[in-house]
């Protein structure tokens, strides 16, 4: 069974810190890593997607890739309460067809 | 405005009826795929397809139905045969150049009593 593993949270920081979410998944094959923010009531939202070992940067996001130790992070850094919400962690299925595992997410709170 | 619509954002069935949620995009994506989410879980894989015309079972596909007739439209039946068809769920596409970055509708939301 091909898993994909989160911290439930919650992960409680201020307003203006780093937030550092984690991300280890199962499947040696997989390629592309994806982090999806979902707020409450609402469906995912891709915010970043990483594709080769080291750090990618996109505006107060940075994903973070370690393929030997099959662990990716999302940094969001100025955390600001409307960065609330949770951060469902997605890798593709080396099995193929394009599919993706996903996550059960971590959910961020960031108090002001 | 391109993108992926569902309808309707919330939908109340009796048991023992099917339902029918739609799944309409058009950014001209290739391939389209449900999901299904409960509280505290991660997103699960009901059925994809890659064209029209075709698709296959994903994780948990039993008591669900679909069809893929047209490349904009997938619709998914819950049949009565679904044991616990209370959930939300979720709409998916991806192009078939970038075939991993999936993008998502805004989800229906089913209740059944």
């Known amino acids: 069974q091909k898993e994909v593993e989160q911290n439930s949270g919650p992960l409680s920081v201020p307003e203006g810190a780093i937030a550092s979410l984690n991300c280890t998944y199962s499947?040696?094959?997989?390629?592309?890593f994806f982090w999806y923010r979902q707020y409450s009531g609402k469906s995912p939202e891709l915010i970043m997607f990483?594709?080769?070992?080291g750090d990618k940067e996109d505006g107060r996001f940075t994903a973070q890739l370690n393929k030997a130790s099959q662990y990716v992070s999302l940094l969001i850094r100025d955390s600001q309460p409307s960065d609330s919400a949770t951060y469902l962690c997605?890798?593709?299925?080396?099995?193929?067809?394009?599919?993706?595992?996903f996550g059960a997410g971590t959910r961020l709170a960031v108090h002001p | 405005d391109g993108g992926i619509t569902q309808s309707p954002k919330y939908l109340f069935r009796k048991e023992g009826q099917n339902v029918t949620l739609s799944c309409e995009q058009n950014?001209?994506?290739?391939?389209m795929y449900w999901y299904r989410q409960d509280p505290g879980q991660g997103l699960r894989l009901i059925y994809y397809?890659?064209?029209?015309?075709?698709?296959q079972k994903g994780d948990i596909a039993e008591g669900y139905s679909v069809s893929r007739e047209k490349k904009e439209s997938f619709p998914l039946t819950v049949t009565s045969a679904q044991k616990n068809p209370t959930a939300f769920y979720l709409c998916?596409?991806?192009?078939?150049?970038?075939?991993?970055?999936?993008?998502f509708g805004p989800g229906t939301r089913l209740t059944v009593t």
């Open positions: 997605a890798v593709n299925d080396s099995g193929g067809y394009n599919k993706l595992i």
């Open positions: 998916a596409s991806s192009s078939a150049g970038n075939s991993y970055e999936q993008y």
């Open positions: 990483i594709y080769s070992n």
């Open positions: 950014l001209n994506h290739d391939a």
């Open positions: 397809s890659q064209i029209v015309n075709d698709f």
């Open positions: 499947d040696r094959g997989s390629q592309s």
